[in-house]
């Protein structure tokens, strides 16, 4: 008998036993197909599984999700934006196990609370940079939930921008700050790379037009942990993802638009680090569900 953990993400699938202790055996991964999703996820699940009977599945998808219906709706998967089934597919899938479900940023926030940069915080905000921006709350040492399954979904604070997001809303973070709505606005200005890999690199190199997209990423990413840190009075901010990875030329305008937002009392020794579990944070998350 064997626990697994899936993470369902814009750019990849990852899916992997769970041990005893949380921890995760025989990950596999693969790219998200732009169609034919669940043929591509259920390959992954079975050849994870291996044949054992599979007793508990946690599943942690990008957002938004529903909970209570199961399903998700992720604006970077074009395929499922309208909503998909997940819980009832894998329920199908592995008739005999039982399924928790969870939004990404929440279970990335879970993973690292337990094992990662976040162990022993109580009070805590998980954000995600990457393809989207996502986020999770840890609250009193529990995972916020709210109504849906969608607390903490930090991409769609609005900051200073006329933007239009995928999601309809004008100024959102993830339409200013993630690793596509970065590349889209340096090539804007003319820059002439396609990747947030590429992005990071030009900037490293000195690329002008990189640095200043990096620039107004961390400013943006600054905007929205200030204005939810504010919210939630938290402890500490684990930021993780992709396009988080991008170094000081992003890290830096973050931690000054942090300093320049986050005045109140109790934010002054508000912690921003970045996030341990790395790309693994999500299906970490997703693997302690099973083990609640």
């Not at 992997?16 to 596999?28: F, H, K, Q, S, Y």
């Not at 990875?245 to 680090?273: C, M, Y």
Request: with cysteine.
């Amino acid at each position: 008998m064997v626990n697994l953990a899936l993470d369902i993400g814009g750019t990849k699938l990852a899916a992997a036993r769970v041990g005893d202790n949380g921890t995760l055996e025989g990950v596999e991964q693969t790219p998200t197909p732009p169609t034919r999703f669940w043929d591509t996820c259920s390959a992954l699940l079975t050849k994870v599984a291996a044949g054992e009977t599979v007793t508990r599945v946690g599943i942690a998808s990008a957002g938004p999700v529903d909970i209570v219906a199961g399903t998700a709706s992720p604006l970077n998967i074009p395929e499922l934006c309208a909503g998909f089934g997940i819980v009832d597919a894998v329920q199908a899938l592995f008739p005999s196990a039982r399924i928790r479900f969870a939004m990404d940023g929440a279970a990335a926030a879970w993973g690292e609370h337990l094992y990662g940069a976040g162990r022993g915080v109580p009070n805590l905000l998980g954000m995600v940079v990457s393809t989207g921006i996502g986020g999770g709350v840890v609250l009193d040492g529990k995972m916020a939930v709210g109504r849906t399954g969608n607390a903490g979904h930090i991409g769609h604070v609005v900051v200073d921008s006329e933007i239009v997001c995928a999601c309809g809303a004008i100024g959102c973070v993830e339409a200013v700050a993630s690793g596509p709505s970065s590349v889209r606005w340096a090539r804007s200005q003319g820059w002439p790379g396609t990747t947030g890999v590429e992005l990071s690199k030009a900037a490293a190199a000195g690329d002008t037009i990189a640095v200043a997209a990096l620039h107004r990423s961390g400013t943006a990413v600054g905007q929205a942990i200030a204005s939810a840190a504010a919210l939630l009075d938290v402890d500490l901010v684990v930021v993780g993802g992709g396009f988080a990875l991008s170094g000081p030329l992003l890290w830096d305008p973050l931690q000054e638009s942090i300093s320049r937002h986050a005045k109140l009392s109790f934010l002054t020794n508000l912690r921003v680090v970045p996030a341990e579990l790395g790309g693994l944070g999500t299906l970490t998350g997703a693997g302690a569900l099973t083990l609640e």
